[in-house]
């Protein structure tokens, strides 16, 4: 066991320098480093799980002084060495020289590996879509309180809403509790790329020898091989994905989630326009309205099914903060007047330095990947659903429930 | 052509082909409905019929009969539908015990798993003990979602590696007292990943005594396996507290403290911390 005052790690230095700041100005960590660069005891330690794709630009999101020391990806078998190159994500976790994680597989690990290395005690910046169901954010965000770890999704849209008064106004309003009715609709049309990331229905064949065809469907169903399962049309089966819906709303809708305080809450009903949905592969979608407990209302028009031209009926409408402000009595204006200002959103890098919640922590994620999730849901059973942003649970509905709530392969679990 | 097979072939052609990438079109709410209520009019034998018409894997070849099975099963789980949801649950549960390729089988279990019906759980309870890992997986993932424990529990003495597994990741969720003995017995497994499960099953049933293997599997085992472990421990401290037990759970979160002393483990001893400060509150 290490003598006490050799067990000074860089996050105790980081945390006790939050009491003792006068010491940080005095011997700034750009001296102690040398020549602008970092000092060693504020360098970080970094991973990568997910290398294809989106995974260096994650990796650089990381933004903080960092050695990345591992790269782990399930299409090395037979090029690793298990010291900085890895196929098994949980090796990369043991190793307690790293602090930080990057993950950019494909989204049904996602939550998986979050989860893991917050255990682990690193602090996580994760691709979108942060889940692939309901119940996995729930974990996620369990596992960021549980632990005391720091968690950002990689989509950063709100935080350029954050920047602008008008929609810090308005979040804080409707984060507050205020406004018990209102007659809002916010129509979001197009970009879901709805046909293009839905998938394809092509025969089964041998994985090729470098991928890890097990670990890669991981708590997945393991099913036989077919080539558009892996390496970007993954996002059209259910098994990994939600289809461009799951993939790309997380995009669109953060900054609308954010300015709308739809991050604070879930909605309570929710009803697609869709043809029958396919058990293994996404498809197509026409619209998805869903109603919030104070009549505020979010549309979805993919803007490709039926056709082109395909509305749902509704128009923008009633969103600005004037509007919501005017709702209120006299004796609620005066509260609202009263309350301060949020706290600007953190970034990943300023997260970790002040151990704080990140802008996109995992709640806020988890619940506007909730709004995906159960469009997707509603869109699969065919049918109005009605939800409990409480309990997390559909009302009534034990389908569309275990949709929510998906069990996995083992040994992968919540 | 039989007339059972000439109605599939009529409700075959109400779907449309994929289209020139191998994707599945649009077809209208109202025009599927139509296809489902006929299907279900043809009865389980047409149901059975159209299972066998279909390819071994999914998508190696005509996508339209499971299609149609999948969008009649989603049909008959709408309010009201009560009658037509048992009659194609019946079915499916038949075809799963008749002789059918393993590919066949897994769509008829995730087809069961979406109904729900707690009416297929010995059927679903005989493919876990049938040979395959495969279906042995997909069976207790179904049973795991239908919320049936008893076909797992009667299952685990029976199988070994992978399905045992299986069975026990199946378990965890369902926090049913009867698993605990055997998930004990499991938490002793020569194979590291059965032992993570068993630990995180005892945990989330909060058993009292598992308290003193699982502490001892924390102060074994390092590296992946004594991360898992303690997430196990804090788990179980967790829901001992829920449910009363202060001395107990504070004895986990004390000696989880005190097998974790490395100066990268701060963040478990805040856990730690934060836990017992909780009791203290409880108490």
């Given at each position: 066991?290490?003598?006490?005052?050799?067990?000074?790690?860089?996050?105790?230095?980081?945390?006790?320098?939050?009491?003792?700041?006068?010491?940080?100005?005095?011997?700034?960590?750009?001296?102690?480093?040398?020549?602008?660069?970092?000092?060693?005891?504020?360098?970080?330690?970094?991973?990568?799980?997910?290398?294809?794709?989106?995974?260096?630009?994650?990796?650089?999101?990381?933004?903080?002084?960092?050695?990345?020391?591992?790269?782990?990806?399930?299409?090395?078998?037979?090029?690793?060495?298990?010291?900085?190159?890895?196929?098994?994500?949980?090796?990369?976790?043991?190793?307690?020289?790293?602090?930080?994680?990057?993950?950019?597989?494909?989204?049904?690990?996602?939550?998986?590996?979050?989860?893991?290395?917050?255990?682990?005690?690193?602090?996580?910046?994760?691709?979108?879509?942060?889940?692939?169901?309901?119940?996995?954010?729930?974990?996620?965000?369990?596992?960021?309180?549980?632990?005391?770890?720091?968690?950002?999704?990689?989509?950063?849209?709100?935080?350029?809403?954050?920047?602008?008064?008008?929609?810090?106004?308005?979040?804080?309003?409707?984060?507050?509790?205020?406004?018990?009715?209102?007659?809002?609709?916010?129509?979001?049309?197009?970009?879901?790329?709805?046909?293009?990331?839905?998938?394809?229905?092509?025969?089964?064949?041998?994985?090729?020898?470098?991928?890890?065809?097990?670990?890669?469907?991981?708590?997945?169903?393991?099913?036989?091989?077919?080539?558009?399962?892996?390496?970007?049309?993954?996002?059209?089966?259910?098994?990994?994905?939600?289809?461009?819906?799951?993939?790309?709303?997380?995009?669109?809708?953060?900054?609308?989630?954010?300015?709308?305080?739809?991050?604070?809450?879930?909605?309570?009903?929710?009803?697609?326009?869709?043809?029958?949905?396919?058990?293994?592969?996404?498809?197509?979608?026409?619209?998805?309205?869903?109603?919030?407990?104070?009549?505020?209302?979010?549309?979805?028009?993919?803007?490709?099914?039926?056709?082109?031209?395909?509305?749902?009926?509704?128009?923008?409408?009633?969103?600005?903060?004037?509007?919501?402000?005017?709702?209120?009595?006299?004796?609620?204006?005066?509260?609202?007047?009263?309350?301060?200002?949020?706290?600007?959103?953190?970034?990943?890098?300023?997260?970790?330095?002040?151990?704080?919640?990140?802008?996109?922590?995992?709640?806020?994620?988890?619940?506007?990947?909730?709004?995906?999730?159960?469009?997707?849901?509603?869109?699969?059973?065919?049918?109005?659903?009605?939800?409990?942003?409480?309990?997390?649970?559909?009302?009534?509905?034990?389908?569309?429930?275990?949709?929510?709530?998906?069990?996995?392969?083992?040994?992968?679990?919540? | 052509?039989?007339?059972?097979?000439?109605?599939?072939?009529?409700?075959?052609?109400?779907?449309?082909?994929?289209?020139?990438?191998?994707?599945?079109?649009?077809?209208?709410?109202?025009?599927?409905?139509?296809?489902?209520?006929?299907?279900?009019?043809?009865?389980?034998?047409?149901?059975?019929?159209?299972?066998?018409?279909?390819?071994?894997?999914?998508?190696?070849?005509?996508?339209?009969?499971?299609?149609?099975?999948?969008?009649?099963?989603?049909?008959?789980?709408?309010?009201?539908?009560?009658?037509?949801?048992?009659?194609?649950?019946?079915?499916?549960?038949?075809?799963?015990?008749?002789?059918?390729?393993?590919?066949?089988?897994?769509?008829?279990?995730?087809?069961?798993?979406?109904?729900?019906?707690?009416?297929?759980?010995?059927?679903?309870?005989?493919?876990?003990?049938?040979?395959?890992?495969?279906?042995?997986?997909?069976?207790?993932?179904?049973?795991?979602?239908?919320?049936?424990?008893?076909?797992?529990?009667?299952a685990l003495d029976k199988l070994d590696g992978a399905p045992r597994r299986s069975v026990i990741n199946a378990l965890a969720p369902m926090k049913l007292a009867k698993a605990a003995p055997a998930l004990r017995t499991a938490l002793a497994d020569p194979d590291?990943?059965?032992?993570?499960?068993?630990?995180?099953?005892?945990?989330?049933?909060?058993?009292?005594?598992?308290?003193?293997?699982?502490?001892?599997?924390?102060?074994?085992?390092?590296?992946?396996?004594?991360?898992?472990?303690?997430?196990?421990?804090?788990?179980?401290?967790?829901?001992?507290?829920?449910?009363?037990?202060?001395?107990?759970?504070?004895?986990?979160?004390?000696?989880?403290?005190?097998?974790?002393?490395?100066?990268?483990?701060?963040?478990?001893?805040?856990?730690?911390?934060?836990?017992?400060?909780?009791?203290?509150?409880?108490?």
């Amino acid at each position: 066991m290490s003598k006490v005052g050799s067990n000074i790690t860089r996050r105790s230095f980081l945390k006790g320098a939050a009491a003792t700041s006068a010491a940080f100005t005095i011997v700034p960590a750009h001296v102690l480093g040398g020549n602008g660069r970092p000092a060693p005891s504020d360098t970080f330690g970094g991973a990568l799980i997910g290398v294809g794709g989106m995974g260096p630009g994650t990796y650089r999101r990381l933004s903080l002084p960092n050695r990345q020391l591992a790269q782990c990806d399930v299409k090395w078998v037979g090029q690793v060495d298990n010291r900085s190159r890895y196929t098994d994500f949980r090796r990369v976790l043991e190793r307690k020289d790293i602090d930080l994680i990057a993950i950019a597989t494909p989204p049904h690990w996602h939550a998986l590996i979050s989860i893991a290395a917050m255990q682990a005690g690193k602090d996580v910046l994760c691709e979108k879509p942060m889940t692939r169901f309901i119940g996995e954010g729930r974990a996620v965000a369990e596992a960021e309180k549980r632990y005391g770890r720091v968690f950002q999704v990689g989509t950063f849209g709100r935080f350029g809403q954050s920047r602008r008064e008008e929609h810090r106004k308005t979040r804080r309003l409707l984060a507050s509790g205020l406004i018990k009715k209102c007659d809002t609709v916010v129509v979001r049309r197009g970009g879901f790329k709805v046909k293009e990331w839905s998938g394809p229905l092509v025969a089964p064949s041998t994985p090729p020898d470098h991928l890890d065809w097990d670990m890669y469907c991981g708590p997945s169903p393991l099913v036989p091989y077919q080539r558009p399962r892996f390496g970007g049309m993954h996002r059209g089966y259910w098994d990994y994905d939600g289809g461009g819906l799951g993939d790309m709303g997380q995009h669109h809708l953060d900054p609308i989630a954010y300015t709308y305080a739809l991050d604070t809450t879930a909605p309570v009903e929710v009803e697609a326009y869709a043809p029958p949905a396919h058990p293994i592969v996404t498809g197509m979608w026409g619209w998805v309205k869903l109603r919030y407990a104070n009549g505020f209302t979010l549309v979805l028009e993919s803007g490709e099914w039926p056709d082109r031209d395909a509305r749902s009926g509704e128009q923008t409408r009633n969103t600005n903060f004037e509007y919501f402000y005017n709702l209120l009595s006299e004796e609620d204006k005066r509260k609202f007047d009263a309350m301060p200002d949020e706290e600007p959103l953190l970034d990943f890098a300023s997260a970790v330095r002040a151990r704080k919640p990140a802008g996109g922590n995992a709640e806020a994620a988890h619940r506007t990947m909730t709004i995906m999730h159960l469009a997707n849901i509603a869109i699969r059973v065919g049918r109005t659903i009605r939800f409990d942003p409480v309990t997390e649970q559909v009302i009534g509905d034990d389908e569309a429930n275990r949709l929510a709530h998906q069990p996995m392969r083992a040994p992968w679990h919540l | 052509m039989n007339k059972t097979t000439d109605r599939i072939e009529a409700l075959l052609a109400g779907l449309p082909d994929l289209d020139r990438h191998r994707k599945v079109d649009g077809l209208p709410p109202d025009e599927a409905d139509n296809l489902a209520q006929r299907l279900i009019e043809a009865g389980s034998e047409a149901i059975i019929e159209l299972i066998d018409r279909s390819p071994a894997e999914y998508d190696d070849g005509d996508y339209r009969p499971r299609y149609l099975v999948h969008l009649t099963a989603s049909y008959a789980c709408r309010p009201g539908m009560e009658a037509a949801r048992r009659m194609l649950a019946s079915a499916l549960a038949a075809a799963l015990d008749g002789e059918r390729s393993e590919g066949h089988k897994a769509f008829i279990i995730g087809e069961l798993q979406y109904l729900g019906l707690p009416s297929a759980a010995p059927a679903l309870g005989r493919a876990l003990v049938a040979g395959s890992d495969r279906l042995c997986e997909c069976a207790a993932r179904a049973l795991q979602a239908i919320g049936v424990g008893g076909p797992l529990i009667e299952a685990l003495d029976k199988l070994d590696g992978a399905p045992r597994r299986s069975v026990i990741n199946a378990l965890a969720p369902m926090k049913l007292a009867k698993a605990a003995p055997a998930l004990r017995t499991a938490l002793a497994d020569p194979d590291a990943d059965t032992r993570i499960l068993a630990s995180h099953a005892l945990a989330q049933l909060g058993d009292r005594d598992a308290i003193q293997p699982l502490l001892t599997a924390c102060q074994t085992y390092d590296g992946w396996e004594g991360i898992q472990h303690a997430r196990s421990a804090i788990i179980m401290a967790e829901r001992l507290a829920a449910a009363g037990h202060v001395r107990d759970a504070r004895r986990v979160y004390t000696r989880l403290g005190e097998l974790h002393k490395h100066e990268k483990d701060q963040y478990l001893r805040d856990v730690v911390q934060r836990g017992i400060a909780q009791l203290h509150g409880t108490s």
